[in-house]
């Protein structure tokens, strides 16, 4: 599991570092499809986000790109080591996941990040996730 965990991160900032060049502008003659995977390449997800704000939340196609991208902004935010905004990080990526779950309740890899994060949680002293994430967490079936 620790090993899973090891590699997603040295993934995720392998696939940060290499696509943390300028914002690029997004072609609007590209589908919806390859729009939100350019703006996750260059890890702009609110962009994304709010591109898939505007479509219908119901459209099965939409419904996977958010998913999608909510999956890809949770592994981007666990891929920091920055010790000053860990913490705010592993909030946003706790989060990301839930909203993965809302929309895809069996979505494994968004199940199983939250276990990591909240394993890591569990071995630092007086440390936990913000009351708000929790909450978002029971939503979803945790209960911590």
């Given at each position: 599991?620790?090993?899973?965990?090891?590699?997603?991160?040295?993934?995720?900032?392998?696939l940060?570092?290499?696509?943390?060049e300028?914002?690029?502008?997004?072609?609007?003659?590209?589908?919806?499809?390859?729009?939100?995977?350019?703006?996750?390449d260059?890890?702009?997800?609110?962009?994304?986000?709010?591109?898939?704000?505007?479509?219908?939340?119901?459209?099965?196609?939409?419904?996977f790109?958010?998913?999608?991208?909510?999956?890809?902004?949770g592994?981007?935010?666990?891929?920091?080591?920055?010790?000053?905004?860990?913490?705010?990080?592993?909030?946003?990526?706790?989060?990301?996941?839930?909203?993965?779950?809302?929309?895809?309740?069996?979505?494994?890899m968004?199940r199983d990040?939250?276990?990591?994060?909240?394993?890591?949680?569990?071995?630092i002293?007086?440390?936990?996730?913000?009351?708000?994430?929790?909450?978002a967490?029971?939503?979803?079936g945790?209960?911590?």
């Open positions: 599991m620790l090993k899973k965990l090891i590699t997603l991160l040295l993934l995720a900032t392998l940060s570092c290499s696509s943390e300028e914002n690029i502008e997004i072609d609007p003659d590209l589908t919806l499809s390859e729009q939100v995977d350019q703006l996750i260059q890890n702009r997800y609110e962009d994304a986000l709010s591109l898939l704000r505007q479509e219908d939340p119901q459209n099965p196609d939409t419904r790109l958010l998913e999608k991208t909510h999956l890809n902004y592994l981007h935010s666990m891929s920091t080591f920055d010790q000053t905004e860990m913490r705010t990080r592993m909030n946003n990526a706790l989060l990301q996941f839930v909203e993965v779950l809302k929309l895809n309740p069996d979505n494994q968004a990040q939250i276990i990591q994060i909240m394993d890591i949680y569990s071995t002293p007086n440390r936990e996730p913000e009351p708000e994430v929790l909450e967490l029971r939503e979803v945790f209960d911590y």
